[in-house]
């Protein structure tokens, strides 16, 4: 069943040597696991997600039907594995970390066993699992322990092909139900899983398996799975699904779709000055930048050579398929988010162009002989650049001051890193820094409350209430629900001693949250200063009774 084109079989090759690559792919990512979090969103879905924190069933079932986050995000089978290792050690990072890199190491062997399995070859299969676990570009899904949804997607989705492929060749449903399964271990830990019925009728072509009625209907099930989990994704996750008609039209579309198919295959050969965002473009004079016209170009060319080549085309097919399926879903036809490329988006659709690449190589090495050599040479020095870069590359996520500063060296006009380095300093009590960066950042003019608000936080922390006042009241006008903001405002005011103006600020914040007891205790003693002693001892009053000791001591002192 199986189409033999090379003269290396698996019987020609040690097993030892895949332990060799997983061995080379530890040491490439060994640098990852001592990183801290980053305030890249693990705050918010990781470090101050509750959710995590209950191991019980009903702990596990909010997962289920609970989407999370201010994007309604829903992968809850990652966040079992969260909420498995926060049980385990709770918020230490370096437990996160290392099962990331576990689940590549693991999937970097499925890798192995899927090419084997598919062509029969150990070398290129080894070729394609090395080049897979230690690419720089595997660093954003494996270093950033937000980014666990690849490595864990990966490894069901490994697994579902793995088991198909059992299932083509023996004929027993029983593999056929453990590909489903893997199918929706993927699903549930990453939407965009909801390919793998594609990349089935992909294998089903290599295999040259027809479209029979059986074919066909053994798809039934994974086909009406996909649709309605890609439906549920994108009525939950309908805020980040972006509306790209009013900036780019159906032409510049297929520009950007282009260039982002180009990225991920020049990356592969090019993996430099690797950026963590690549917004979407910006047009001067209604124009793209060049690169997004010159794409298509490429592309056309990459199929003309496909196509050429008469002899290997049916598996030069099959790869490119596989490529084009897994990164369809992220590159701008169905609009999602703000980034037009991503390195964790290449996660498995790298697989597919290192088989291309790998099955070239091949193919040269037994009909090209004299160039063995130069292609030997150029493979070990690839592989080593490679490790290196990615160890490196590791490093960036060492921390969100380390992170944020990267960002920086790749776009100084990112407003984003100002505010997440600031955050970083802020946290880190420096907040001569802390401010610097916010200052920074509010210079790009970028409506943002939470940095008018920390902004503020800074100028009050250093005494300079009226500075502080003008950013809280930026804060509070451009998001009027914050009720901390109108609180800092308040507090802001008091300071300044206008005392009228901070009840009218403590008042909003305790319609906005009725249970803010520091602003029902600074209102209290707002009332005190105006000598409106009723008022002030209601408020000290009920803030000591809701858990304010503080208030309690104000209450016992200027009320009994």
């Not at 190491?105 to 070859?121: A, E, F, P």
């Not at 394609?128 to 270093?143: N, Q, Y």
């Not at 009332?527 to 503080?550: H, I, M, R, S, V």
């Amino acid at each position: 069943m199986q189409t033999k084109n090379f003269q290396t079989t698996t019987a020609n090759i040690p097993t030892y040597w895949i332990w060799i690559v997983i061995g080379i792919t530890f040491l490439a990512f060994s640098s990852a696991i001592g990183n801290d979090f980053v305030n890249w969103d693990d705050e918010t879905y990781l470090i101050n997600n509750t959710y995590i924190r209950d191991l019980s069933w009903n702990g596990i079932k909010k997962l289920f039907t609970e989407p999370i986050g201010e994007y309604s995000v829903y992968r809850p089978l990652t966040y079992v594995s969260y909420m498995i290792e926060y049980a385990l050690w709770e918020l230490n990072p370096k437990g996160y970390h290392f099962v990331s890199v576990l689940l590549h190491l693991i999937n970097t062997y499925l890798v192995y066993q899927l090419i084997l399995r598919l062509t029969s070859q150990a070398l290129l299969a080894l070729f394609v699992a090395l080049f897979f676990g230690i690419h720089p570009m595997r660093v954003e899904s494996v270093a950033w322990i937000l980014a666990r949804v690849d490595p864990l997607y990966g490894c069901f989705f490994l697994l579902g092909c793995l088991q198909y492929l059992k299932y083509i060749e023996k004929n027993n449903w029983v593999n056929l139900v453990f590909t489903f399964m893997f199918f929706l271990g993927a699903i549930f830990s990453k939407p965009a899983a909801v390919v793998f019925p594609v990349v089935l009728c992909a294998i089903d072509f290599y295999y040259r398996r027809g479209f029979t009625v059986k074919v066909m209907v053994e798809k039934i099930p994974f086909f009406l799975a996909s649709i309605a989990f890609g439906l549920y994704t994108m009525k939950v996750q309908k805020e980040a699904i972006s509306d790209l008609s009013t900036a780019f039209t159906l032409l510049d579309r297929f520009f950007i779709s282009s260039y982002a198919v180009a990225y991920y295959i020049i990356s592969l050969f090019l993996p430099f000055n690797l950026n963590l965002t690549n917004p979407l473009p910006a047009k001067v004079n209604n124009l793209l930048p060049m690169t997004y016209y010159i794409a298509p170009v490429f592309l056309a060319a990459c199929m003309g050579a496909v196509f050429y080549f008469k002899q290997h085309r049916h598996f030069l097919l099959f790869a490119f398929a596989l490529f084009l399926i897994n990164v369809g879903l992220v590159i701008q036809i169905i609009p999602y988010g703000q980034a037009v490329v991503a390195d964790r988006y290449s996660y498995l659709a790298h697989i597919a162009l290192f088989l291309a690449v790998g099955y070239v190589l091949q193919t040269l090495l037994t009909t090209k002989k004299e160039w063995k050599p130069s292609i030997q040479i150029g493979v070990v020095v690839f592989a080593l650049f490679c490790t290196f870069q990615t160890f490196t590359q590791n490093k960036v996520w060492a921390n969100s001051a380390t992170f944020w500063t990267y960002r920086l060296t790749n776009d100084r006009e990112d407003y984003f890193a100002y505010f997440g380095r600031g955050n970083y300093h802020y946290s880190q009590n420096n907040i001569e820094a802390a401010l610097t960066d916010f200052q920074k950042a509010a210079s790009f003019n970028r409506p943002n409350g939470a940095l008018y608000n920390n902004l503020g936080f800074c100028y009050y922390l250093k005494g300079d209430y009226s500075n502080a006042l003008q950013w809280f009241v930026r804060a509070t006008q451009h998001t009027p629900q914050d009720a901390e903001a109108h609180n800092n405002k308040g507090n802001a005011l008091y300071m300044l001693k206008d005392f009228n103006a901070a009840i009218q600020a403590y008042n909003t914040t305790l319609q906005l949250n009725p249970n803010h007891l520091a602003a029902m205790e600074f209102r209290g003693l707002s009332y005190l200063n105006l000598q409106q002693k009723e008022q002030a001892c209601k408020d000290l009053q009920t803030a000591a009774q809701l858990g304010n000791a503080e208030a309690g001591q104000y209450w016992q002192q200027y009320c009994k």
